[in-house]
Nanobody, 124 residues
Framework: QVQLVESGGGLVQPGGSLRLSCSAS????????VGWFRQVPGQEREGISC???????YYIDSVKGRFTISRDDDRNTVTLQLSNLKPEDTGVYYC??????????????????WGPGTQVTISS
């Protein structure tokens, strides 16, 4: 099983940007679909975006136009560029391998385990 580790989180002001990375180890991403999720304390983990092996992309409505997902298979990395950040984007961000890309990302996960996540905090 390929292990995915998230990085790049931090504290930024509203309107700011961050670049999150999801790095694979123990194997290659290959043609696997990869998704990004976030969790706010007290709320269910939410799938927000995914990218297929063919670079097809999906975003939930609340992040469309602000977040951009991409993948670099040579570097075994999937990146989520976060722009025009809002306080409600605050949470722990996770990536995971998926069986497919589209709505209801939680139901599309390939494995049950999660990586450590990376904290994103939007605050003035």
């Amino acid at each position: 099983q390929v292990q995915l580790v998230e990085s790049g989180g931090g504290l930024v002001q509203p309107g700011g940007s961050l670049r999150l990375s999801c790095s694979a180890s123990g194997g290659t991403l290959g043609w696997y679909t990869v998704g990004w999720f976030r969790q706010v304390p007290g709320q269910e983990r939410e799938g927000i975006s995914c990218v297929t092996g063919g670079h097809g992309r999906y975003y939930i409505d609340s992040v469309k136009g602000r977040f951009t997902i991409s993948r670099d298979d040579d570097r075994n990395t999937v990146t989520l560029q976060l722009s025009n950040l809002k306080p409600e984007d605050t949470g722990v961000y996770y990536c995971a391998q998926l069986n497919s890309c589209g709505a209801n990302l939680l139901s599309r996960r390939r494995y049950d385990s999660w990586g450590p996540g990376t904290q994103v905090t939007i605050s003035s």
